[in-house]
């Protein structure tokens, strides 16, 4: 089982359209969880963290699952602007070292 | 908003070279880290480091790499002898607690011909 799995996408979706994204994690001992957003040949950046009580910022919203093991970003009334690389990143304890889940693409269409 | 800034953007280099990629992280940050990404695939994990020291390595950071922090301000990444495996993007990232999300960089592009 990969460290940090994600769906592959890409997801193809119109504007105004919610979108959700899935990432299991398979290390228990993961302590930080944090959504980035990654342009075409930029950094990432920093989305949002994800707590246990599950948390919103805008139109985004993160849930966590510590016992499945699972995270999730939903994102509400797409925008054009939303079209990037959606990261899922694992920290284990202490925060120190940090695993990547390989992406998913979304596309948002006019 | 305070940045990361990283030098230069892009490397060339030949194989069997040393290179020095330079990071200045922000300011008030206790955290530094460094990434790659070769081209297509996921951000990796290469090294972590705080209070003047190494926390964390992955697999991937052998002898071939060293970190420093020669001053105050600056945060080096030695990769020794380079490899044509080594041509990728070297993010550098800080962040002020180990659990708080960290920024990156733009990124050095090394190319290892």
């Known amino acids: 089982r990969k460290e940090v799995e994600q769906d592959p996408g890409p997801f193809n979706v119109p504007e105004g359209a919610t979108v959700a994204f899935n990432c299991t994690y398979s290390?228990?001992?993961?302590?930080?969880f944090f959504w980035y957003r990654q342009d075409c040949r930029k950094e990432p950046k920093l989305l949002m963290s994800v707590y246990s009580s599950g948390n919103e910022d805008g139109r985004f919203t993160a849930q966590l699952n510590r016992a499945s093991q699972y995270i999730s970003l939903l994102i509400r009334d797409s925008k054009l602007s939303d079209s990037a690389t959606y990261l899922c990143v694992v920290a284990a304890t202490g925060g120190f070292k940090t695993i990547f889940g390989a992406g998913t693409r979304l596309f948002v269409k006019a | 908003e305070p940045e990361v800034t990283q030098t230069p953007s892009h490397q060339v280099t030949q194989m069997g070279q040393e290179v020095i990629l330079r990071c200045v992280p922000i300011s008030n940050h206790l955290y530094f880290y460094w990434y790659r990404q070769i081209l297509g695939q996921k951000v990796e994990f290469l090294v972590s480091f705080y209070n003047n020291e190494i926390s964390e390595k992955s697999e991937i950071f052998d002898d071939q790499f060293s970190v420093e922090r020669p001053d105050g301000s600056n945060f080096t990444l030695k990769i020794r002898s380079t490899k044509l495996e080594d041509s990728a993007m070297y993010f550098c990232a800080s962040s002020e607690e180990a659990r708080r999300g960290y920024t990156f960089g733009s990124g050095t592009r090394l190319t290892v011909v």
């Open positions: 290390n228990s001992a993961s302590q930080s």
